[in-house]
């Protein structure tokens, strides 16, 4: 058509208020499932501690004194919600000191799974307690925990998206692999630990195999145990998984 000779339109025009358009498509689509996965662990966070907030009353309603254990209950609690909820703003706003912002999540993140297994711990320790060889070992072992959850923030690198002050996924170094690894041992062998003593203490009179096997059944339904060591049980059931 004449008078239109010299037009050219460009094929893909990038919108810059939009950043998700400074990066590949792909890495785009990586952060908006992330981004999606991590406002639904924040809804899931919240709608746990509503559920649990009667619980919790009665904790400290029942308490006689507000021990260390119980501060690092509500601390791996609150902790935990808290970097839920920062790990949704830093991907749907622009954070304009992101270093300082995303340490503060990653040390909260560290915290919470600490408090929580070093209340795991002291479960242990208190069905041990009239050995005090696994107390130290537990204790040990709780050590390397703490040891691996510092890790954390000392390993993550964030970044900007390039162009933009919004969130990209940061570059985490190659030990920050041993957190979640020691922590999962860790919870293994607290759990089995635990499971095993209430077993030999509710399975010293069986003599058959066939026994012997139904009383593992019972530990692991839970049924025919008294309140208390049930109470442990499902506990720790609860928490491992």
Same mark, same amino acid.
């Given at each position: ?104 999540? +990653? ?87 635990? +499971? ?46």
């Amino acid at each position: 058509m004449p008078g239109f000779e010299n037009i050219h339109i460009e094929p893909d025009v990038l919108n810059p208020d939009v950043y998700l358009n400074h990066i590949p498509q792909l890495e785009a689509q990586q952060i908006e499932i992330g981004r999606n996965i991590v406002v639904a662990v924040l809804g899931a966070t919240i709608w746990d501690i509503l559920v649990y907030i009667p619980d919790d009353i009665r904790i400290v309603q029942r308490s006689s004194r507000f021990s260390f254990v119980t501060f690092c209950y509500f601390f791996s609690r609150i902790s935990a919600v808290v970097h839920a909820l920062l790990g949704s703003m830093e991907r749907a706003i622009p954070i304009y000191h992101l270093y300082p912002y995303v340490i503060f999540s +990653s040390c909260l993140l560290s915290l919470s799974a600490i408090s929580s297994s070093y209340i795991f711990l002291q479960r242990a320790q208190a069905i041990y307690a009239e050995r005090k060889g696994p107390q130290k070992f537990f204790f040990i072992s709780w050590l390397f925990v703490f040891g691996a959850g510092c890790l954390i923030p000392l390993g993550v690198h964030p970044s900007y998206i390039p162009g933009t002050y919004y969130y990209r996924y940061p570059g985490l170094a190659t030990y920050v692999i041993a957190a979640p690894l020691v922590l999962l041992l860790f919870d293994t062998l607290i759990f089995i630990a635990i +499971s095993y003593k209430i077993y030999k203490q509710h399975s010293m009179d069986v003599d058959s195999m066939e026994e012997q096997r139904a009383s593992w059944i019972r530990l692991l339904s839970g049924s025919r145990l008294p309140l208390i060591s049930k109470a442990v049980l499902r506990g720790g059931q609860q928490y491992y998984s």
